[in-house]
């Protein structure tokens, strides 16, 4: 068998092809089994009791009339809650336990921080009994005054100088930004406001924790992440790794708050081993506002220096937002300004407020989607101050080599995005000028926004068994969020192994499994199908290794090297005439089945390794940056009358890399856009001032786009594929399908009215109000 | 749980601020406001079951078939479907009926089964989605879902499948715009709207071309 590099999509293969989705049989008829839909014997609800103040202290709680209660087995506080190994409250337990973002487990104390905070768990035979028993805790607490965000009156803003979580949020400054803005011919400063966003996926956080021996527990959780989940969980445990499984199965949607391990998830699997008997917890739509975080609130500034033909000169960027007690946590917004757009001078900086909230966490493309309302709503500004068309001024910027580092892209079609996205939308029409163009009475405005994202560094594992009857099994521990992992997945691994879809079967979302990353950060399609590539192509090594032995075989003595796979057959590059079907082979040998694994990486590194692996004397790395690209073109009616915002028409352009399936993907990249309408028009999680509570955390009062507000929507792929990023050649997409969509929409809205509205939601009242401008 | 959820309109006032006094003095309220109704309902219950305190037998009847749930009558169909049915093709989403997730037909209309009591179900048909496909062959609805891709991570399905077979027959489908207004119950947070129109909108077509 030669050695592979990279896959070479074969003729009349399935990948790449808009093939239905895999398990779209068992969701349009109900048999998809969700986290908390494992119907197990014995089974007990737990339900949550949280605090009715966001700062003090509990002064008394007392489970009394809970557990008088008909059914209740147990009321569970901070002064009966069985202590765990290790708790991510100090620095040392918050690294040990690296899955679990916020560095608090409640019940471990008295003390408030925000509010909704878990302060009792009630466990009864039932939900209902669970429900009403936690509604009869009696809880009496000493109350201090809260601090509601970064805006509050008694906030205290800093610098986090470089002590962020995650992202470290230090200062970055790229040439001489002070002089070079001083000295450009035009300037545009303008702030955007954004409030806090939540994901609400449909399926409310989910667990049941079933013990199965006393040291030995199964947690069917939603999470985006099995293996990371199981590891914390161990580490909090004090148990093996081995001997904590996790399982998803299906997730009813993340984007990004499943993403960690959260309180809730331990105080399930805590109060199971107490009661001795599997514990369901679902949380309910309201706590999901206050349980697996949220996008911060934030105000970004963005300065940008530009010559009179628009030419980028200095980009700065300063955002402030709302962070935890415990956690120094901000989305690093300024980041995709230092490589969107050609700009030799350039600074990013943030500065955060404790306030009385959980710790925020990524929400779709942290960092890249409301950056990117920074550097593409300012841009629009500056093409309006230039009286240049907002496409023309992108294209002037167009940067050839990454501004930030100045390495090769390791593939761009953004300006094929660019050509296309405005062929379709047919942008050359728009009238330069805002606020005149109308559908009867209807002001109609035109936006685009530029998209962008990281291929971020990943790696995972796979192992695909082949049986001789000619079927497959491929197992990863991936999760499959809705973005078609389980169907992208079976595509390629039919494909490798020259078999149709049907013969293979794609396990996912057990820990048990092969360890594959978290499904986040768009890794999930490039590092699984790399994986499963990687062992397919392990499989045919093996079977090569066996037929050169094999003296019955027709390739028996050849050189492996001479040996390539067409379809399901072994075939001898010198003398095509000899071949074997692997059926063939596996039966003569007397085995069942062969088993290959694949370990790939994705992204930075993914290249050393293949220079390594070739072994090719002179070769040298060149570092490349890899980045996914798009655009997004958005139309918009606005009633002039009522300030009312209606997105008519959509058009997406992206650039992935490889597209696996052009039906999953579109889908991805239409909920992405669909999203990002949701942030601009209507999205918003407040909070009262004086409590710190929120006022609005369920989804009559947290409004998420609804059928009535989505138009017909068009998206099409730059074909392509990037062989620097991963064996596949997969950019990614769930993450680039948002950024910017913010932005088309405000440009939009812009150019209907003439009106800049820098604070979101663009509702009505901003649109009709004068604190626009 | 006691029985007071169908009691007459009553002057019982809150006496220790416990949740089982503010269960009681809702009871009253609601029974007030929506009196005629509830009586009727009152009235149809006992036809099924002789008291609805605490745990009591229910019959419901589920994609044709009768079966015997035990569970308090403040159990709402959704979750007797869910937790006690083991139909857990009926989601829930919100619990408050803002999200349309756990979508069912009762009597082929179709409602949210989180803001109904199981045991006000007796006696009615009740369809779900595992009650939809003919033996092995699906609704047509379902298969344009497939098709179409109308669905990522499968959550709001069974609620979005539900709703838009009932959209078709009410005829709320004959245009985009119409159904898109008629589909609006329905949150999908994956953002599947077009897709969904696009299936929705097909199986009109047919059903209009018969």
Known sequence: MTDFSAFEPSKGGVVGQPVN???????????????????????????????????????????????????????FTHENLPKMAQTPNTLAGKYAIYGMHMAFMPLTGNE?????????????????????????????????????????????????????????????????????????????KATYVHPINHHNPMEPGATIAHWEAPDRVTVYDSTQAVAMSQSSLATILGLPQEQVRVVTKFIGGGFGCKFNLWPHTV????????????????????????????????????????????????????????????????????????????????????????????????????????????????LDELAAKLNLDPLEIRLRNYANLDPGTGQPWSSKGLKECYARGAELFGWGKRNLQPGVT??????????MATASYPVRPAQGRARVRLYADGHALVQTSATDLGTGTYTVITQVAADALGLPMANVRFELGDSTLPTAPASGSSVAAATVSSSVYLAIQDVWQRLTALAVRDSQSPLFKALPADVVREQDQLVLRTNPSKREKFSALLQRQGLADIEGVGNSKSGEGYEADQIAFDNKPGTKQTKRSMYSFGVHFCEVKVDPDLGTVHVTRWVSVMDGGRILNTKTARSQIIGGSIMGIGAALMEGTNRDEQYARYTNADLAGYHVPINADIPDMQVEFIDGHDPYVNAMGVKGIGEVAMVGTVAAVANAVYHATGKRV???PIVPSKVLGSDAV | MDNNFFDKPSSNQPSDGSRRSFMKQAGGIVGLAMAPPFVAQAE??????????????????????????????????????????????????????????????????????????????????????????????????????????????????????????????????TTDNQCREWMSGNICRCGAYPNILAAVREVAGQQAKG
């Open chain 1, 267 to 378: 105080l399930a699997t805590l109060a199971a081993k107490a009661v001795g008997r599997p514990v369901k917890l679902v949380l309910t739509r309201q706590q999901m506002f206050t349980s697996l975080g949220h996008r911060e609130d934030q105000e970004q500034t963005i300065t940008l220096g530009a010559t009179k033909e628009g030419k980028l000169t200095t980009l700065i960027h300063e955002k402030t937002s709302t962070t935890s007690p415990w956690d120094i946590f901000a989305e690093p917004n300024g980041a995709i300004l230092n490589w969107l757009y050609a700009c030799p001078n350039y600074q990013s900086s943030h500065r955060v407020a404790r306030a009385n909230v959980m710790t925020s966490t990524y929400m779709r493309a942290p960092g890249e989607s409301p950056g990117s309302v920074a550097i593409e709503c300012g």
């Open chain 1, 758 to 760: 820098r604070s979101f």
């Open chain 1, 112 to 188: 408030i921080f925000y509010s909704a905070q878990p302060v009792a768990v009630v466990v009864a035979d039932t939900f209902e009994r669970a429900t009403q028993a936690a509604a009869l805790v009696q809880v009496t607490y000493e109350q201090a005054r809260p601090v509601a965000s970064y805006q509050s009156a008694n906030a205290e803003v800093f610098d986090p100088n470089g002590q962020g979580y995650v992202f470290d949020l230090k200062k970055v400054v790229r040439g001489n930004p002070q002089a070079s803005l001083a000295a450009s011919a035009v300037q545009v």
């Open chain 1, 438 to 447: 109308r559908d009867g009475r209807l002001l109609v405005g035109w936006g």
């Open chain 2, 44 to 173: 149809r219950l006992t036809a099924f079951s002789k008291t609805v305190a605490g745990v009591s037998p229910m019959q419901l009847k589920v994609n044709g078939t009768v079966r015997t749930i035990q569970a308090e009558p403040r159990v709402t169909l959704l979750d007797a479907l869910r937790e006690h049915l083991h139909l857990t093709g009926t989601k829930k989403g919100c619990d408050h009926g803002q999200c349309g997730a756990c979508t069912v037909h009762v009597n082929g209309r179709r409602i949210v089964s989180c803001l109904t009591l199981a045991i006000m179900n007796q006696g009615k048909e009740i369809t779900t989605i595992e009650g939809l496909a003919r033996g092995s062959e699906l609704h047509p609805l379902q298969e344009a879902f497939i098709k179409h891709d109308a669905f990522q991570c499968g959550y709001c399905t069974s609620g979005q499948i539900m709703s838009g077979v009932a959209c078709v027959q009410e005829g709320h489908a």
């Open chain 1, 21 to 75: 989705r895999v398990d779209g049989h068992a969701k349009v008829t109900g048999q998809a089994q969700y986290a908390a839909e494992y119907a197990l014997p014995n089974l007990t609800y737990a339900a949550l009791k949280t605090s009715s103040i966001a700062k003090g202290r509990i002064k008394s709680i007392d489970p009394a009339a809970a557990l008088r209660e008909p059914g209740v087995l147990a009321v």
